[in-house]
């Protein structure tokens, strides 16, 4: 596993035109773990917008399903929430999750918003 600094850039692909509002911000249902109770992301700070635009087409084509943008937020915005950012252990690998999230509905849903409203969109 490798670390992920508090000041690198992550990003959230996103693949429901629901989850960038008609304001061109992120909904916080962008950033809610999945079954496992992780969200993924990818390490984006250092690469170009057309490298990182390449990375989600690469993550869409992988999941079956349309790119319509990302979110982006700084690692720190995770930690200071109290979650955890890991790494792939393949340290050419610039996917990650988040991950530490609360059992209860109410509380993981007050930490996406949290994290919806630190965060910035870029819709495709």
């Known amino acids: ?18 989850e960038i509002r008609s304001d061109g911000s992120l909904h916080w249902r962008a950033f809610l773990p999945n079954r496992d109770g992780e969200t993924s992301v990818s390490r984006v700070s250092g690469c170009k917008e057309g490298d990182v635009i390449l990375m989600g087409f690469e993550v869409a084509k992988a999941r079956g399903q349309v790119l319509v943008g990302r979110g982006e937020i700084l ?32 509380r993981k849903q007050a930490i996406a918003i949290a994290l919806a409203e630190k965060a910035s969109a870029k819709r495709l």
């Open 1 to 18: 596993m490798s670390e992920v600094a508090r000041e690198e850039e992550l990003a959230r692909f996103l693949f429901d035109k629901k």
């Open 75 to 106: 690692a720190a915005n995770v930690y200071d929430l109290s979650l955890k950012v890991r790494g792939d252990q393949d340290p050419a690998s610039r996917h990650a999750d988040i991950l530490g999230w609360p059992e209860e509905k109410d």
